[in-house]
């Protein structure tokens, strides 16, 4: 059963909770990583380069925004997002046969 962080009194509740969490970060970041390879897909499709300027400053202003909105630092959230935003498009770089001549 789920516990709240006040509920908590112990250690290895503690450590449960996060374990609980950590798992449950995978599987979003993991249905994160389909929606990338679709994206791959469409992109072939429609003749879209794999990076979009525009569309990577939004996803990391929208970062911002909900890790500020969280109470969370802003800063941090951003750089972790722009790992995974660089992660993503050398996938995508990588699906749709791009070269880095072509990224630019």
């Given at each position: 059963m789920m516990k709240t962080p006040a509920e908590c009194r112990s250690?290895?509740?503690?450590?449960?909770?996060?374990?609980?969490l950590d798992a449950a970060l995978m599987q979003l970041?993991?249905?994160?990583?389909?929606?990338?390879?679709?994206?791959?897909?469409?992109?072939r499709e429609i003749g879209l380069k794999?990076?979009?300027?525009?569309r990577?400053?939004?996803?990391?202003?929208?970062?911002?925004?909900?890790?500020?909105?969280h109470?969370?630092?802003?800063?941090?959230?951003?750089r972790i997002w722009e790992q995974l935003i660089r992660h993503a498009i050398a996938h995508e770089q990588a699906a749709l046969?791009?070269?880095a001549e072509d990224a630019r």
């Open positions: 250690m290895p509740e503690i450590r449960a909770e996060i374990d609980r970041f993991a249905e994160r990583w389909g929606y990338i390879g679709r994206a791959a897909e469409i992109k794999a990076d979009i300027p525009e990577v400053d939004e996803v990391r202003r929208n970062a911002r925004t909900h890790a500020a909105r109470g969370l630092d802003a800063d941090f959230y951003d046969g791009e070269t």
